[in-house]
C-alpha cells in the first residue's frame, strides 16, 4: 500500500469532500469504498452559521487521514497562507498544494508551483503537489523536497480519464520509487483501473464520485477497479503483440 | 477603525485581532486568521494590533477535492 512521507495508508483511493448531495451521502462514499484520505479546504467563515464546525465533526468521524487542499489559489502567496492557515485548522503538514495558473484549465502555474513547495517544504510541510505530467516540473518539485507527486489525468472535474498516458508512463519509469497519484480529471473506474495497470501509486477523486446518481456505488466500483487494476499490475501483464498467436495449440489438430 | 473582514468592509471597536474574533462570536470557534495576507497563528492573536483598512480573513473548515 502506498507510503506518504513515511505514513502508510491502507488504501489506494483518496476521496474528495465536496459536491455530494448530503454528508450522509458523503460518509458513505467513504465507508463503502474505503478510501483512506479525505481531501477537505478552507473557506471564508460567513455569518454566524458555524458550517465549519459541523463540517469538521463529520470528518473526523471518518476515521481517515486528512488532506487539506489550497484549492482556488492563483498566487504564491496566497498558497502560502492557505497552507498556513490550513496546517493550524486541520492539525496535519500535509498540504495539497494547487496554485492554479489558468481559469478555464485549472492546470497547475508550474513557475508559482515549484516556488510555492519550496517554500512549504522549508517550514516544514510534507508537500502533495498537484501538477501535469511534465517531466521536468516533476523534477523540480522532487528538488524542491516533494516525496510524492499527483499530476492530473484531464483538468478537475472534466471525467476525460487519462489524455496523455505516454506522459504518464513516463513519469513512472522515471521515479519507479516515489508514490504517484492521478489527481483529476478521472470520470470513471476502468479509468482508475487502467491508472493501476501503469503502475501508478493511487488516484484521487472528487467530481466522479459525488456528481454520480448514486455517489456511494460509485466509489465501491472506483475501489473495486483499483484492486483489479494493481492486482493485474503486478502480475506483470503480457506483452502486447501486432499479429495474432493462436492460444489453442496447433499440434495435433485434425485435418491438417 | 474600518477593516475588510472575508472581502467586507465594516467598521471595528476592536484593537487587536484577538478582540475582532471576540467581538464576532468566534472566541472558542475553530477558525484561522489571515491579515493582509500573512498567516496569523493563533496563540498571537492577542498580540496583533489591527490598524486602519488591514484586510482580515477567518476561515474553517471546509469541503474539497
Not at chain 1, 66 to 78: D, Q
Not at chain 2, 1 to 18: H, S, Y
Not at chain 2, 45 to 59: F, K, Q
Amino acid at each position: 500500500m502506498p507510503t506518504y512521507y513515511d505514513t502508510e495508508v491502507a488504501s489506494r483511493l483518496m476521496l474528495g469532500t465536496a459536491q455530494y448531495p448530503s454528508p450522509a451521502i458523503l460518509a458513505e462514499a467513504f465507508r463503502r469504498s474505503g478510501a483512506g484520505i479525505a481531501t477537505v479546504s478552507v473557506r471564508r467563515e460567513s455569518g454566524g452559521e458555524r458550517a465549519g464546525q459541523a463540517f469538521w465533526d463529520l470528518i473526523r468521524d471518518l476515521g481517515v487521514h486528512v488532506l487539506p487542499n489550497t484549492a482556488g489559489c492563483h498566487s504564491v502567496r496566497e498558497a502560502v497562507t492557505t497552507a498556513q492557515m490550513a496546517r493550524e485548522l486541520f492539525g496535519t503538514d500535509w498540504i495539497k498544494l494547487e496554485v492554479i495558473g489558468h481559469a478555464d484549465t485549472l492546470q497547475p502555474d508550474p513557475f508559482g508551483l515549484v516556488e510555492a513547495a519550496r517554500i512549504l517544504t522549508d517550514e516544514g510541510f510534507k508537500v502533495f503537489p498537484y501538477c501535469t505530467e511534465d517531466l521536468v516540473i516533476c523534477e523540480k518539485l522532487v528538488e524542491a523536497g516533494c516525496q510524492v507527486l499527483m499530476p492530473w489525468g484531464a483538468p478537475i472535474g472534466t471525467g476525460l480519464g487519462l489524455n496523455n498516458i505516454y506522459g504518464l508512463r513516463t513519469l513512472r519509469a522515471h521515479f519507479p520509487d516515489l508514490p504517484l497519484v492521478i489527481d483529476a480529471g478521472l470520470g470513471v473506474p476502468s479509468q482508475a483501473a487502467h491508472a493501476m495497470e501503469l503502475g501508478y501509486d493511487a488516484v484521487l477523486l472528487n467530481t466522479a464520485v459525488a456528481k454520480a446518481g448514486d455517489p456511494a456505488a460509485m466509489a465501491e466500483g472506483f475501489a473495486r477497479a483499483l484492486e483489479a487494476g494493481r492486482m493485474g499490475f503486478e502480475a506483470d501483464p503480457m506483452m502486447p503483440r501486432d499479429m495474432a498467436a493462436p492460444s489453442t495449440p496447433v499440434l495435433g489438430q485434425a485435418f491438417s | 477603525m474600518k477593516i475588510t473582514l472575508n472581502g467586507t468592509p465594516q467598521e471595528t471597536g476592536a484593537d487587536t485581532l484577538a478582540a475582532l474574533l471576540d467581538e464576532m462570536g468566534y472566541t472558542h470557534a475553530r477558525v484561522a486568521t489571515a491579515v493582509n495576507e500573512e498567516f496569523v497563528p493563533a496563540p498571537s492573536r492577542d498580540a496583533h494590533s489591527l490598524a486602519d483598512g488591514d484586510r482580515i480573513e477567518i476561515v474553517t473548515p471546509r469541503q474539497g477535492g
